[in-house]
């Protein structure tokens, strides 16, 4: 039962255009969500986040926006950098006395130069 | 500050035996959360320590196992080792209390293959 779902593995976005990546969660209990980036030999490393009163939250490139009802959130990075390309995980969080914190499958995001 | 370390970076083993990984936090920390990473299955969560206790668990069998020290150093252990569970293990901390709410900071995981 794969709560996050992130159904592009894979993205190629050229320099310079946005990039969207999108995930997609059945659980309407997540209250908090957060993107994570990806480097080959790296642990993730936290990106952006917003919670669930919120349906947009931006930091300089990264705009994260949430559509409770469709249970949707996407990332945007405008514009896109080489240094970009990554492996980019969605994930998903409430706490009720034992907390979730669920993690997509990841979209590899390539931007070409 | 110094991030999370895990070791060994890179391990084989053979079926049927067990092995122990290692992760130490980033000073302060007192949550130690253990992940396994596989090819299309995203990262899936074997559990979490705070203060020496387990907290919380994921759906993996009891082979799996873990521990946390005083000091908020973590070993996660997996025994009679199984084809399957050739993966990325990743170790992640974070400041705890509400856990759900924090950003988590990962080390570079510890490639397992087993033969």
Redesign the interface.
């Known amino acids: 039962d794969q709560q996050v779902k992130q159904n592009s593995p894979s993205l190629s976005v050229q320099e310079g255009r946005i990039s969207i990546l999108n995930c997609d969660y059945t659980n309407s209990m997540f209250d908090y969500f957060l993107w994570y980036k990806k480097y080959p030999a790296e642990g993730p490393t936290f990106l952006i986040s917003i919670s669930s009163i919120k349906d947009k939250n931006e930091d300089g490139r990264f705009t994260v926006f949430l559509n409770k009802s469709a249970k949707h959130l996407s990332l945007h990075i405008v514009p896109s950098q080489p240094g970009d390309s990554a492996v980019y995980f969605c994930a998903a969080t409430y706490d009720s006395g034992t907390y979730k914190y669920i993690f997509g499958t990841g979209t590899r995001l390539k931007v070409l130069a | 500050k110094a991030g999370?370390t895990q070791t060994p970076r890179y391990l084989i083993k053979t079926r049927g035996q067990q092995v122990t990984l290692s992760c130490s936090p980033i000073s302060g920390h007192r949550s130690v959360?253990w992940?396994q990473q596989t090819p299309?299955?995203?990262?899936?969560?074997l559990f979490e320590y705070f203060s020496e206790t387990q907290?919380?668990k994921g759906n993996f069998p009891g082979r799996f196992s873990g521990r946390q020290f005083s000091n908020s150093r973590s070993e996660m252990n997996v025994s009679t080792l199984e084809l399957g569970d050739s993966a990325l293990y990743?170790c992640?901390s974070s400041s705890g209390g509400?856990?759900?709410?924090n950003?988590?900071?990962?080390?570079?995981?510890t490639r397992l293959t087993v033969l």
């Open positions: 999370v959360s992940y299309g299955q995203g990262l899936q969560f907290r919380n990743l992640a509400l856990i759900s709410y950003e988590q900071f990962f080390g570079p995981g």
